[in-house]
Every structure is written in C-alpha cells, then in structure tokens.
C-alpha cells in the first residue's frame, strides 16, 4: 500500500544525506496520493419489502404485430415497464430485469419511428410509467461534506433501466406527434416538483438528462413555466439559506441561462427579484466553484438584457464579498471581469468608486492569486478604456496599494505586474501621478494619525463607560 | 459618505458635556467605510445609549438605527442582538416599544442568522410589553411580517405568536389562530417549514379545545406536505402535541398521522422517527408504545437506509437487557446491514452485559464490522474500543484491529484519516509499545508527509502523545531521528513538518535531546531558501527557548536569531525580532 504513494517512507531517511534542492518542489503537489476510490453506486430510496422474484410475462414485439394491434401492445408494455428492480441485489431478478431492458430499448425505438401510435389513453400510460420509475425519494449523502475535488459522485445503480427511461421520455416529448394540450392534464406542477426534487442526484448522468427534460417541458408547456421559475427559486433559497447542499444547482442554472435569454424586455419585476433576492445570495455558498460559470453567465445575460441592472448587481456582489476564502474571491474577481466586459459606460462612472476600492483592496492581498487576478484587468483592453475615461477617480483609490506593494509585497511576480500598472497609470494622467507620489507620504502620516486618534478614544470610552457605570449602578444614567 | 450622513448628524450638537464628545464621534464611526470600525460601534451600542440618556436614545439613536438597516449582515447580527437588551436604555417597559421598528427591519432581513437573531430579541421585548402595548404596539407588528410580500418576513412572524397569544383578548388571540393557520398553509415551502417548526411550541400556549380542532388539523396536514422537509417538522411537533393531549385522545387524534410517518417513503421523515423515539415514546405513553411504537421501532431498525438504522440502533443504549438481546441475535443472523448501523452503540453494550455476553454475543459482531465496507462503521468500532476494555482487554481484537487500522490510516477521505489518527495515542496505550513498534509506528510517520495540512499538524501532535505516553528515551531511538531526517527534504512542507515536530516534541523529550539533538538541526534550517521555513525556524527557537540552558541560548540561539531578524522577508524579520523580545536573550 505504501509502495501507491510519490514519497514512500523509505524516501525519508535516504533523503537525510543528500542537499535540499529548494526551488524546484511544488509543496502542494497531490497528485494520486491516495489509491483511487472504486466508484461506488446507490439504490433509490424506496421503502419496499418486496421479497417474492418479480415475474412478468413476455409479450410480442410490436414490429411482429398488425398495426391497429401496436396501440394496445405499446400500453401492455408501458404498464409492464412500470415495475421496479432492486439493482443494489445484483443477483435477484436477472432474467426480468433483462426482459425490461429490452422492452424498455424497443420503447425508445419505436416513439422515435412510430406514427400513429400516440393515442389520447396513452398520454397518462406513459407518465406513470415514467413517474413510476423515476420519481423516488434519494438515498442518504454518502459523505455529508462531499468534495468534488476529492470525493467521486455517488452512482444510481438502476441507470441500466433508468437511463432508458429518461431516453423514453425525452423521445416522447420530443416526438411530431405529442401534443401539449392533451399532455398537460398529467403533466402537472405535482409532476414537475417531483422531477426538480430528482436534480439533488448524486449521479451527474441523471442530472443530464433531467435537464434536458425539464428545457423540453418548459419549451412546450406555456402554462408551467411561471410555476417552474418559483420553484427553482424556492429550491435556491433553501439551498442558500437553510441547507447549502443541492447537488443539482449547475443543471438549473443551465437551463435558467436560456430562460433568462428569451425573457421579453423590458423585464417583469419577478426577474428582477430573481436576480437580486436569489441569483446575487447564490454566490455566498460554499460550494459556489461547482456552479459558478453558470451562475455568471446568468448574470451577463441579465446585463446584457437591460444594463441599468448593472449597479444593483455590482452592489450586491461587493457586499458578498468573500473575506476569508480566497479561492472565491479570484471567482469574484472572474466574474466582474465578465461584467466589466459588457458594462456599458454610463454605468460603470455609477459604479465605479466603491468598485475600485474593492479592486484596490484585491490588488493588495497577501494572496498572490488574488492580486494575480485583479491586476489581470490592466490586460483587458475595453477595462483600460474605461479606466483611462475615468483615471481623475479611479487613479487615486488605487494609488497607495498600488504604491505599497511596489514597495513590500513578498511575490516578485506581482511586484512586476504592479509596476506595469503603475506605468500605465503614469501615461494616462502624468499630472495628477505626479501629485500623488509627492502627497503619498503625508497623506500616510495623515491616516497614521487618524488611527492613533480612533485608538484613544476607544480608550478614553472605556473609561466614560467605567465611570457612567458607577454613577448609574449599571443601567440608568442620572 | 453623504448618503449615510442621516439624522446622526444632529447628534453632533451635544449638550457641551465633555464627556459626550467621543460619543458624537462613535456615532460617526458607525457610518465609517471600515465593516470591522462600525462592529465596534454596534458592540458599544448601550455605552452610546447611556451617554445619549434615554430621551434621546428615543428620538435620535434609534431612528438613526433604522436607517442603518441596509448594512452589512454581520453589523445587522451584532445589532440585532444588542437591541433585545435596550430596554432600561430606552426607558424601561413604558417605552419598550420604541424598539421595535427596527427589530422589524431585521426581521425581514435575508440572512436567516440576522432575521432568527432579530426574533430572538423580539421574543425577549414582548415579555417586557404591557399587555395593552402588545395588543397595541406588538401584535400589528407580528400582523405586518405574518402577511409581508417576501418569504422571509413571514418566517420570522412563525415565532413570535406564542410568545404574544397568552396575554392578549380573545379577539386578538382569534386573528393570531388565523395568521397561523395560513402561514401553515403558505406557498412557499421556507414558510411552511418555519410554521411546522413552531407548532408545537404554539399548541404548547393554546387552550387545550382549540388544540383539538385547530392545531390537530394543521399538524395533520403538514404531516403530509407534499415536501418531506415539511413532513419532517411535524415528527417533532408531534412530541409536544402528544403530551398536551389526554391519553384518551391520542389513539384518534395523533396516532394515525404517527403510524403514517414512520413508514413515510421520505427516509428524512422515518429518520426523525427513530431520531425522536425516546421523546415519542415518553409522550404516548406504555400502552401505545408496546402496542403500537415497538413494532414501528424494529422496522425502523431493519430500514433499507443506514441513516434510519443508525438513529434507531442509538436508542438500543437505553433500552432493558431482555428486550435488546433478542435483537442482537436477530441482527446477527436476518439483516446483516443492521448490524453496522448498531456500530456506533455496540460497543457500549459491553460494559452493560458484562465479559461472557461480550465474548458470546458482542465479540462476533466487532469482528464482523472491523471487517465492514463502510469507514465510518469500522472508524466506530475503534472508536469506542475503550469500553470494550475495561470488559475483556483489547488483546482479543488486535489481530483484527490491525488491518482496520492499517485500511483507515490511508483512506481517501482526509477526515477518516484524521479520525484514526485521534484515537492513536489510546490505541498505542492500549496494545503496549512492542506491538506499536513493530506495526504502527510506520503509519505514524508516514502521516508526517500526508498532503493535506490538517493531517500533518494532527500526526506532529500525536508524536507529542505518543511521547508522553512511552517516554524520551524510546523518542530517541525511534521517532526523532526520522523527524531531524525530513530537514533535508526537498519539499519545504516536509522541512517545515520537522520543526512543527520539534516544536512539540521539544518540552517531552526534555534539554540533554532538545540541545543535542534538535537545536544545531534547527540551526542549520536558518539559512533555507524558503522564506517559510526561516520565519518558522524563528518561531520553533522561540518556542524551545525555555527548554534550552541559557549557555546555548546565548552563544547559538542569539546569533541566528540577530540574523533573521535583519533578513530581507519582512515576515522572517518580524518573527524573529519576536522570538528576541520574548527569549531572556540579553
């Protein structure tokens, strides 16, 4: 077991005799270090004492049959296909289990070929044959603090049957022949709850092709989709405020990015609200790197579509602004640059004093990647114009970071970086550089001094507070 | 600046006391750019209440307060909470309701910690309301947030109804039965499951008729939510809502809705289930449970999710001998899933059934789920060895427990590592040194160079342990040569890994190891290239400073240190010329 690791113990006492080679060793290298997981797989969550073998009589193929027969056959196999296997036994039920697979195959062929066969009482056949093997309470979280990184998602045993299932159904829906106005009567706000709840699966097969579905049920079900958007909101909230564990967030935001492409303009309130009240609050979980590009690109589409959203959403990001975890910040830091790349002028001069103080406090982070990051802006060309337009406001936020890290910060790299800004900003506005450089000594002793004036009067309070407390026996004042 | 400049400004005018100077600008520093600067203000809030004096407090400070609602959630926390003690600030319970504009704000803030905070004060002040300030003042509040446009508002009015309905008219207590009767029946699940949460401390509060229609009604119909997160609440309502009622009562009223949650298709509700059994029980009684809860619990115990099983295995513990051996020898031969759910508690029925039953009955059973797929089974078991101990010694199950400690110790999962690694030291006490030196010493080491950090600081501290447990001089043989070795690797996490290892080895090995051995290794690591690694040698000399005699200290430790602390890092500098302020190096 040893011998699986990079630095086998052996390596320790061997190495006592040779000289460090410093600079060469990335210290955070963790590749394969641990012997690869076997992948693991989970049932549904059924509550089910089924201990009798499961036993269903084959019928014919419905290519061996007369045509007016196909109707009647094809809702025989729909009922058939509505049983369910225990695949966590894998040795129970084999040959039914095979049987099922190979009705379930013919069923995905025969909507994609078939006219004709889609008759009224087949519409509610199908969606309890769907709604009986998919809809299913999921298991337990394998871990509670599954890390993507780390950690290999958790796999539905019954793909064998369920993917084919899903394939159905997307066949069906996709099919010339379906018709929305009878489908509607079973495909119901309960029915979409139930498949917005399967988006926490473990399995990211499954969430895939849920996502196709539910694009395909929002394109044809006018009706639903104002029911849709709520609960994708509801299930967001609760993941923002009550649980931070949804597995499923990527997947709606997917969707919720071409839903927000084809909003009419100008937009309804409710879309408002949408971005401010839950897409904004999304970027403080945790877990925000597994779902950040599409959470991002469903902002840029709200920009894109009415821009004066612009402040209110920069706002919102500065007040979520990550403190501690600087992983997030360089997404932050990412994600304004998108915003930057289509923010239209009139907006940015509204935005941009409490943006580069933000910006300011990046470029000077003791974290190399996050300065990295911001000072990554001065490469992009429409940011430097904008800049340029604005370096009367925006030249003497940044000025003393900038300044400062010239001076002390540890990563020559962004010292380097550092001192090309510090350059570009000399070309734009020589002048008032000039003024700076000369003022930024004074205005240090300035604030040196403001910081010692704060430090005696939270003295000279504790000492009133001493006082008035004697005075007063603790509560009132006399 | 400007948009925060509100009627603060006026505070400005103090009444010329000298002493209310430092106020006017605590006042300012509340609207300061700096988050950490206006979280001091919030804290010093009462100070700034008692120089202003009440009147003033009224008229100016909380106005002010309101204003200031859009600030940031941790300011808005340290608010809310100083708020539920203003009270006395702002003229005792003839003026409590001063305070209740701006709880409002809060409660309808989003961040759930913010808004819970903001109820939580609310809940204290409503105490403090005359019974006619809360039909006046309170209740429209509570009215306003039950029936506000967003979900939040309307999660917070959940916990404030009964803290109101006892001491209200009949008419009042009418509307507020009303409000909650539509907050349970909400359209957003956030709010349902804000109502289901505090139904039972609302039936709790109700005269016992109502009870009977209404919350029986509402505790029916959230048992069956179409959300099992919803279904879930209403378990632990159950408990309550089951002690208020007669005995008589409970078979038609509450039983149905029970039996129908304990084989819910959720395991979310079945766990709650399990997880409430005790409280459940006690609630309804002998009769009910032997008829009724006894069945449920054995499903509960062969339930197809381990969660389920586990929550239901915890509750094994307290249950009589004659009922649970039956059990155990059930699970030993029908499910064999249950038997790892019973991991956690297993080992603590030893001590109940004394040496011969272990050996009988329990010994299999460890054996077994030593052996288990599943981490956390075998992580319990190894976990809770001790009792085992005191009954039969551990010698029993070494041979077993080696490979399961040997699987752990590498498991992909850092936090199982780290598991194992905790229960080391009693592991090593209980085998004896030989058996450590022969088979888990290696491991002990090997986490020294783990990837993850977390893992690293908890095998140095367990080297510490080990130490103390089996002394210097077997530290001297075994493990501090191999730790002075790592000071030549070429990765500076490991370089830095031997003086983490020094720094707590130091004091347990004690001055002839830490001087002979230690000190001229860490020495030498002055002059590494990695600025990391010097700042930290700083801090290591720093730290065995007081185990060195002051000859060393003097003629070794000095010198480098002087040297560091002239060294071009500023971090190496600053550690060093710490390490010299707090050495008696003069």
């Known amino acids: 077991m040893m011998g699986d690791r990079p630095n086998p113990p052996r390596a320790m006492s061997s190495a006592a005799t040779t000289s460090p080679s410093v600079d060469k060793v990335d210290g955070f290298s963790r590749k394969s270090v641990r012997k690869a997981k076997q992948k693991r797989s989970q049932s549904s969550s059924q509550f089910r004492s089924q201990d009798k073998p499961i036993e269903l009589t084959p019928l014919p193929l419905l290519k061996d049959v007369p045509a007016q027969e196909q109707p009647e056959l094809f809702l025989k196999k729909l009922q058939q296909c509505c049983t369910v296997f225990d695949f966590m036994d894998t040795l129970s039920d084999l040959k039914m289990k095979e049987y099922k697979r190979s009705t379930l195959n013919e069923l995905v062929d025969y909507v994609t070929v078939s006219r004709g066969y889609l008759t009224e009482q087949a519409y509610p056949e199908v969606v309890k044959m769907v709604s009986h093997n998919i809809f299913r309470t999921l298991p337990p979280s394998d871990s509670n603090e599954f890390d993507p990184e780390e950690d290999e998602p958790t796999l539905e045993a019954s793909w064998p049957h369920l993917q084919l299932v899903y394939e159905f159904f997307i066949r069906f829906l996709e099919s010339q022949e379906f018709q929305p106005s009878i489908a509607k009567k079973y495909i119901d706000q309960k029915f979409v709850l139930q498949l917005l709840e399967l988006f926490d699966s473990e399995d990211p097969r499954e969430r895939d092709y849920l996502k196709t579905v539910l694009h395909r049920i929002y394109g044809k079900f006018l009706g639903l989709r104002a029911f849709i958007r709520k609960q994708i909101n509801n299930i967001f909230l609760r993941f923002v405020y009550e649980t931070e564990h949804f597995n499923g967030v990527a997947e709606l935001l997917e969707i919720l990015g071409s839903i927000i492409n084809g909003f009419a303009l100008p937009l309804k309130a409710e879309h408002k609200q949408f971005l401010v009240k839950v897409l904004i609050p999304l970027h403080t979980v945790r877990s925000l790197s597994l779902f950040h590009a599409q959470l991002a690109y469903c902002i840029v589409q709200f920009l894109e579509k009415d821009p004066t959203l612009t402040e209110p959403v920069i706002r919102g990001l500065l007040k979520f602004w990550p403190k501690t975890c600087s992983q997030k910040e360089v997404m932050y830091l990412g994600e304004l640059e998108e915003i930057l790349d289509v923010i239209e002028p009139t907006q940015f001069v509204k935005i941009q004093e409490p943006l580069f103080k933000q910006i300011s406090r990046c470029v000077s982070s003791p974290h190399f990647q996050v300065a990295e990051r911001a000072l990554y802006y001065w490469n992009n060309e429409y940011i430097m114009s904008l800049i340029e337009e604005n370096s009367s406001v925006i030249l003497p936020i940044m000025f003393s970071s900038l300044y400062r890290i010239s001076k002390e910060h540890w990563n020559p790299a962004i010292v380097a970086l550092v001192y090309n800004v510090l350059k570009a900003f000399m070309e734009m506005n020589s002048t008032l550089f000039d003024e700076l450089t000369a003022s930024y000594k004074s205005d240090r002793q300035r604030e040196k001094k403001k910081e010692k004036e704060r430090e005696e009067l939270w003295k000279k309070l504790e000492d009133l507070e001493l006082k008035r407390g004697l005075r007063s026996d603790g509560i009132i004042p006399t | ?586």
């Not at chain 2, 860490?522 to 990695?530: H, R």
């Open chain 2, 1 to 586: 600046e400007e948009k925060r400049a509100g009627p603060a400004s006026t505070l400005y005018c103090a009444d010329g006391d000298d002493s209310l100077y430092p106020i006017a600008v605590l006042i300012d520093e509340l609207r300061n750019e700096d988050v950490q600067l206006r979280l001091n203000s919030i804290k010093k809030l009462s100070t700034i209440a008692l120089a202003l004096g009440v009147e003033r407090t009224r008229t100016e400070l909380l106005p002010f307060l309101t204003d200031t609602i859009y600030d940031e959630d941790e300011v808005l926390l340290a608010l809310a909470e100083q708020l539920g003690n203003f009270t006395m600030l702002v003229g005792g319970p003839e003026y409590v309701h001063c305070l209740l504009p701006p709880l409002e704000s809060l409660a309808t803030v989003e961040e759930t910690v913010v808004r819970d905070k903001a109820v939580e004060s609310l809940r204290k002040i409503s105490q403090e309301h005359s019974p006619v300030d809360l039909e006046v003042h309170f209740e429209p509040l509570v009215k306003r947030l039950a029936s506000g446009d967003w979900f939040t508002s309307r999660t917070s009015a959940c916990g404030l109804f009964s803290v109101c309905y006892p001491r209200v008219s009949s008419t009042v207590k009418a509307e507020i039965r009303q409000h909650f009767r539509t907050l349970c029946s909400d359209d957003t699940p956030m709010v349902r499951r804000a109502a289901a949460s505090k139904l039972g401390e609302f039936a709790k509060v109700l005269e016992l008729d109502y009870v009977k229609s209404d919350i029986i009604s509402l505790f029916t119909a959230l048992a069956s939510d179409e959300q099992d997160s919803v279904r879930l609440l209403a378990v632990e309502a159950c408990v309550s809502i089951a002690t208020l009622l007669p005995q008589e009562d409970l078979e038609t009223l509450v039983m149905p809705t029970l039996r129908q949650a304990a084989e819910d298709k959720s395991w979310r509700v079945r766990y709650m289930v399990a997880d409430k059994f005790s409280e459940l029980q006690k609630a309804v009684g002998p009769e009910i449970t032997k008829n009724d809860l006894v069945p449920a619990f054995q499903n509960l115990l062969k339930d197809c999710e381990a969660e389920v099983r586990a929550a239901a295995a915890n509750k094994v513990k307290g249950k009589r001998l004659n009922i649970m051996l039956p059990f155990i020898r059930l699970i030993q031969y029908t499910n064999q899933h249950v038997k790892s759910a019973l991991a956690s508690v297993i080992m603590g029925l030893s001590t109940i059934l004394g040496k011969d039953n272990t050996i009988e009955h329990l010994l299999p059973l460890f054996l077994a789920q030593l052996k288990d797929e599943c981490p956390e089974v075998r992580l319990n078991i190894i976990s809770n060895l001790d009792c085992v101990n005191e009954v039969i010694g551990i010698r029993q199950l070494s041979q077993s427990l080696l490979p399961a400690i040997v699987e752990l110790a590498e498991d992909a999962k850092w936090r199982v590592r780290l598991a194992i690694i905790e229960y080391m030291p009693l592991l090593a006490g209980q085998l004896g040194v030989e058996f450590f030196d022969e088979k888990l010493n290696t491991l002990c080491m090997a986490w020294l160079i783990d990837h993850v950090y977390a893992i690293r600081e908890a095998a140095t501290c367990n080297l510490m342990k080990l130490v103390e447990k089996f002394g210097a001089e077997w530290a001297q043989n075994t493990i501090v040569p191999k730790v002075l070795g790592m000071a030549n690797d070429p990765n500076y996490l490991h370089r830095m890994t031997t003086l983490f290892c020094i720094n707590a080895l130091s004091e347990a090995c004690g001055q002839e190891i830490t001087t002979k051995q230690m000190l001229p290794v860490v020495l030498k690591m002055s002059n590494d290239q990695v600025a990391n690694v010097r700042f930290n040698v700083a801090k290591s000399l720093q730290k065995i400073g007081p185990v060195l005699d002051n000859n060393a200290l003097q003629t070794e430790v000095k010198p480098v240190l002087e040297k560091l602390a002239s060294d071009q890092d500023m971090d190496v500098k600053y550690f060093a010329q710490e390490a010299i302020s707090v050495l008696p190096l003069a």
